[in-house]
């Protein structure tokens, strides 16, 4: 009898849209990889009607998954250097740049390879569903899988470098030097004018130079964009990240571009 194949589910939850990718690890491919993209930001309740449907709606995920991981994407969260992190002061480091309820959960995850620990308010909403549907699972945030993998993209990378994640109406920025994290943040947006603003703010309170400094692009975002295209303008050098995935694409499930599915295809172990 031919042994189950060993499957991993990871399931990429934000105000704006959904994934979902499927990475079979007994032949390494990624054997499924979707999404569902809103037409503008969601409600958390809002948010899971929409993973409902999705899953219960689609076959695919009836099957026996290993592994099942899911990231919650949002600007609820902030990094803490791993020396000075307490567990008993998680509402108090959110709080300061973030709206945070007394009722509101908080989790954290260790980012080993930056010696810190991400602070983030999880939605719980989101987990109680997926444990009741699917069972057990690991979650994670969104900046833990970011920072961890641009660590390892960076090493060759001597001088200061910004990577940027773009999403629909948000992205995320680091700016890294030498392997170190100088800034970890997000941002929402709703023009371009807002996209290069903070983008340039963030340099400039760096002491960064738009000369110089070296942006590497992930996410959603191409050449043709709008967002590309004012980000040129006041840039010298950008270029789009190049991916080192160790697994193959089954048919049909290639992403839109190399860079497109950054964060979730680096999301597997």
């Not at 108090?92 to 260790?110: E, G, W």
């Not at 910004?162 to 948000?170: G, Q, S, T």
């Amino acid at each position: 009898m031919k042994p189950n194949a060993i499957k991993s589910l990871s399931i990429q939850i934000r105000l704006s849209g959904l994934s979902f990718c499927i990475l079979n690890r007994s032949s390494h491919t990624i054997e499924h990889l979707s999404h569902v993209a809103f037409e503008k930001k969601s409600t958390p309740f809002e948010l899971l009607n929409k993973l409902k449907a999705t899953i219960e709606g689609n076959s695919i995920f009836n099957q026996e998954f290993d592994s099942i991981l899911c990231i919650h994407q949002n600007e609820l969260s902030t990094l803490v250097p791993q020396a000075l992190f307490d567990e008993n002061q998680l509402a108090n480091y959110l709080k300061f740049n973030a709206k945070i309820l007394k009722t509101d959960f908080i989790s954290y995850d260790s980012i080993s390879s930056n010696e810190s620990v991400s602070v983030y308010v999880p939605w719980v909403n989101i987990n109680n569903y997926l444990f009741d549907t699917l069972g057990s699972f690991v979650y994670k945030h969104a900046s833990t899988i970011l920072i961890d993998t641009v660590l390892q993209y960076s090493s060759e990378e001597k001088d200061n470098s910004l990577y940027i994640n773009v999403d629909a109406f948000h992205f995320e920025i680091i700016a890294v030097k030498a392997s170190q994290v100088l800034l970890y943040n997000s941002f929402d947006y709703n023009t371009p004018e807002d996209f290069i603003y903070y983008i340039l703010f963030s340099i400039e309170q760096l002491k960064m130079n738009p000369e110089t400094v070296k942006v590497f692009l992930s996410g959603a975002i191409s050449e043709e964009d709008s967002l590309y295209k004012i980000l040129y303008k006041y840039v010298r050098f950008v270029e789009f990240i190049k991916p080192k995935y160790r697994y193959r694409f089954d048919t049909n499930q290639n992403p839109e571009s190399e860079h497109s599915d950054f964060l979730i295809l680096n999301s597997f172990n």
